[in-house]
C-alpha cells in the first residue's frame, strides 16, 4: 500500500436500503409504498466512517460495487483522482434519447444519476474529518452560512383504500404526530393542499411552498396555488408539473399568476419539432416569472444549450445528478451570472439531507429554498443525529466532515426491508393501476387526468 500524508481507504461496502412512502402523485403516477436508496459506508486507516447516499434500485447497486477495486487501497485526499479513474472507466446507461429526464420517465434517471457522487460524499466525509473541518468547509469557496433555507414539499396524495390494503402503503392515523397522521391520508382538493401547508409550517416553519404538479388539470393546480397564497400572503409558492403542459397551455396558465408564484418550475418540454430549451425560453419571453428546471440543464452540456438560450433563471442541481463539487461549480457559476442555485431532490434518508445541507452552505449568493423529500420520510432515520428542520431552516452540522453518525443498526433495517420488496426499481405506474385500470404514463397529461 502506498504511503501517504492522508488515511488510506480500507473497506467499502454498498448497502441497498429501503422506506416507507406515501400514495405522492406525480405526472409519472403515484409514489409506491417504498422507496429504494444505495449507501456507500468507506473506511480509512485511521479508523474513520465515511457516509454517502444516492438513489436506490440494482443498476446503481451494482455501479456502486463495481468501483469498489478503485477506492480501496487510495488516499482519501486522493479523491478527485478516485473519482477520475472511476469517470475513465465507470459504465454508463446506454439507450438515452437525448432529452434527459425530460419525460420524466423514470427509467430515465439512470442518465442523470451518477452512482459514483455518493462515493464523493464518503470521501469527502472521511477528508473533512481528517482535516477537523466540516464538509461545507471542503466546497468551492467554502462555507456561506450556518442554516439552509428549504421549502415544504407539497403533494397531491391519493390514498384509495384498494390500493392500501394491496400495497401496504402505511396508515399512521393512531400517530401523536399531526404530520405524520396527516401525510398518509389524500389529499386532492385546494384546502386539503393548505391543510398539509399548514401543518407543515406548524411542524418545521416552512414559509416557502413547492407544489409538485403535473397531476390534476392546470387550472385545478392553479386553485391550489392561489389558495395558498392567501393562506401563506409573505409565502414564496411555486408548482412544478415536470413539463406537462403545453407552450400554449402554460403560458395561459401562468400569465395571471404573475405576482402569486414566487417563480415556475419546467412549465413545459418539447413540442413541434423543438427541443425543451427552445420551448421554455419561448414561455420565458412571454410570461414574466422566474423559470426553473431539474430537467432541461441535468448536465454541462445540457447547461450550455440552456444558457445560450437564456431558457432558465434557476438551476436545481442536485449533487446526485452534478456530484458535490460539480453542484456548488454551478452554484458559483450561477452567482457570478446573476442566475440563482438550487436543488430538485427525489425520496431520501437523512444522509442525504445532510450532504444537501453541506452542499447548499457551500453556494455563494442567495440561493432558493432547497427542495427536499425528506418531510415525508421523517422519523425513519439512519442516523443518530439528523440535522433538524426548524422555522424553515435546515442546520448544517458543525463537526468535521458530514457531522453527523450512522446508526447501523436502523440500516440493516432498512437493507432487511429492501431485501423483502418485490422490485428494487422505481415503478409509478404499478400503484395507478388500483386508481384508473390500464394507466399508462403520458409526458403530456397529468396523472389523474385521462
Ligand atoms: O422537482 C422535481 O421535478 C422532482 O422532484 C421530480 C421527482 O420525480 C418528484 O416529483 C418525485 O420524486 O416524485
Ligand atoms: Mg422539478
Known amino acids: 500500500m ?105 427509467s430515465k434517471l439512470k442518465f442523470v444519476v451518477k452512482a459514483e457522487w455518493a462515493i464523493e460524499c464518503a470521501l469527502l466525509d472521511l477528508l473533512g474529518q481528517h482535516l477537523g473541518l466540516p464538509m461545507c468547509e471542503l466546497l468551492g469557496e467554502g462555507k456561506q452560512r450556518n442554516q439552509v433555507e428549504t421549502l415544504g414539499y407539497l403533494f397531491y396524495v391519493s390514498e384509495k383504500e384498494k390500493a392500501r390494503l394491496k400495497l401496504g402503503y402505511l396508515n399512521e392515523s393512531c400517530s401523536e404526530d399531526p404530520w405524520f397522521r396527516l401525510r398518509r391520508m389524500e389529499m386532492l382538493t385546494p384546502e386539503r393542499i393548505v391543510e398539509q401547508a399548514e401543518v407543515l409550517h406548524e411542524k418545521y416553519g416552512f414559509k416557502n411552498f413547492k407544489l409538485k404538479g403535473g397531476v390534476l388539470t392546470g387550472s385545478e393546480e392553479m386553485e391550489s396555488v392561489r389558495a395558498l397564497k392567501q393562506a401563506f400572503p409573505n409565502g414564496r409558492i411555486n408548482i412544478d408539473p415536470n413539463g406537462a403542459w403545453s407552450l400554449k397551455e402554460a403560458i395561459d396558465l401562468c400569465k395571471p399568476m404573475e405576482g402569486i408564484l414566487s ?47 437564456k431558457a432558465v433563471d434557476i438551476v436545481l442541481a442536485d449533487p446526485h445528478f452534478w456530484g458535490f463539487e460539480g453542484s456548488v461549480r454551478m452554484a458559483q457559476i450561477l452567482n457570478d451570472w446573476g442566475l440563482t442555485w438550487g436543488s430538485h431532490s427525489n425520496n431520501h434518508f437523512d444522509i442525504t439531507l445532510t450532504a444537501f445541507a453541506h452542499v447548499a452552505a457551500a453556494a455563494p449568493g442567495n440561493p432558493t429554498a432547497l427542495d427536499t423529500h425528506w418531510i415525508w420520510q421523517d422519523g425513519q432515520n439512519l442516523l443518530n443525529d439528523t440535522p433538524a428542520i426548524k422555522n424553515g431552516y435546515l442546520e448544517v452540522p458543525d463537526r468535521p466532515g458530514l457531522g453527523v453518525t450512522i446508526n447501523m443498526e436502523r440500516v440493516m433495517e432498512a437493507n432487511a426491508f429492501y431485501n423483502s420488496l418485490p422490485s428494487h426499481d422505481r415503478d409509478d405506474a404499478l400503484a395507478m393501476q388500483y386508481l384508473i385500470p390500464g394507466w399508462k404514463y403520458d409526458c403530456k397529461k397529468p396523472a389523474l387526468v385521462r
Not at 443498476?59 to 480501496?72: D, M
Not at 413540442?271 to 430537467?295: C, D, Y
Request: proline share 5%; net charge negative; aromatic share 8%.
Open 263 to 309: 417563480y415556475i418550475e419546467d412549465p413545459c418540454g418539447p413540442e413541434s419539432g423543438f427541443s425543451s430549451r427552445e420551448i421554455m425560453a419561448e414561455f420565458k419571453n412571454a410570461v414574466n416569472l422566474p423559470v426553473a428546471t431539474n430537467m432541461i440543464a441535468t448536465d454541462w452540456r445540457q447547461f450550455y444549450h440552456s444558457a445560450a438560450l
Open 2 to 106: 502506498e504511503h501517504s500524508g492522508t488515511p488510506v481507504v480500507t473497506e467499502m461496502q454498498v448497502i441497498p436500503v429501503a422506506g416507507y412512502d406515501s400514495m405522492l402523485m406525480t405526472l409519472s403516477g403515484a409514489h409506491a409504498p417504498w422507496f429504494t436508496r444505495n449507501l456507500v459506508i468507506l473506511k480509512d486507516s485511521a479508523g474513520k466512517t465515511g457516509i454517502g447516499e444516492i438513489h436506490g434500485g440494482d443498476y446503481t447497486c451494482e455501479a456502486l460495487r463495481s468501483c469498489t477495486p478503485l477506492v480501496i487501497g487510495q488516499q482519501i485526499g486522493k479523491y478527485r483522482g478516485i473519482l477520475n479513474s472511476i469517470h475513465r472507466g465507470g459504465r454508463r446507461a446506454e439507450g438515452d434519447d437525448g432529452e434527459g429526464i425530460q419525460t420524466l420517465d423514470i
